[in-house]
């Protein structure tokens, strides 16, 4: 599902770091409507410190991500992305599935993913970053911490470092 609270504020040129016509579009896969939300207008609230356009896409669970990633059924059309945010504890396929799935397929392998979650156990940190997890990020109690969080990846990732360019799972 496509959030409309997602959606973006008016953006600007490119920063000249992405390539990818002034957007940074963002996976969001978060099972919890409140989370989503949250995260959401968070990465939209950093709009004003990238010229890069934020787009932010919601989906619930990790079978969705799946195929939004391949463009399948319902998301035949959707653009792919240029980050992917998961959440490790979602029903039925959890985070590290859809990160394990997504390493193991060339056509995503290079494709920036970030852990945004509450779990903090060293299993899961290692597991992660031994999938191939860009970065890990704990989702703090404090709602100001996480704000804090959650602005600075759409900042880093159009200002700071290079993306690879956006794949395609398009037949």
């Known amino acids: 599902m496509t959030d409309a609270a ?32 949250l995260t ?35 998301h035949a059309g959707a653009e792919s992305p240029d980050l992917v945010l998961l959440d490790i504890q979602m029903p039925g396929l959890d985070g590290i599935e859809v990160l394990r799935v997504m390493k193991a397929d060339a056509t995503f392998k290079t494709l920036p993913v970030i852990m945004l979650t509450t779990s903090a156990h060293e299993r899961d940190v290692l597991t992660s970053y031994g999938l191939g997890a860009n970065e890990y990020v704990t989702k703090p109690v404090s709602a100001a911490e996480f704000r804090t969080k959650v602005q600075a990846i759409p900042a880093y990732w159009s200002k700071v470092v290079t993306r690879p360019p956006r794949c395609s799972a398009r037949p």
């Not at 959606?7 to 490119?14: D, E, L, N, R, T």
């Not at 770091?17 to 996976?27: E, K």
């Not at 410190?49 to 463009?71: F, K, M, P, S």
């Open 6 to 37: 997602a959606h973006p504020h008016a953006g600007g040129q490119s920063g000249g770091q992405s390539g990818h016509h002034g957007q940074i579009r963002i996976l969001l896969a978060e099972d919890n409507e409140d989370h989503a939300f």
């Open 40 to 74: 959401a207008a968070a990465l939209q609230d950093a709009q004003h410190e990238i010229t890069d356009q934020i787009l932010v896409d919601v989906v619930v669970d990790g079978e969705e991500a799946l195929r939004y990633l391949r463009h399948e059924g319902e």
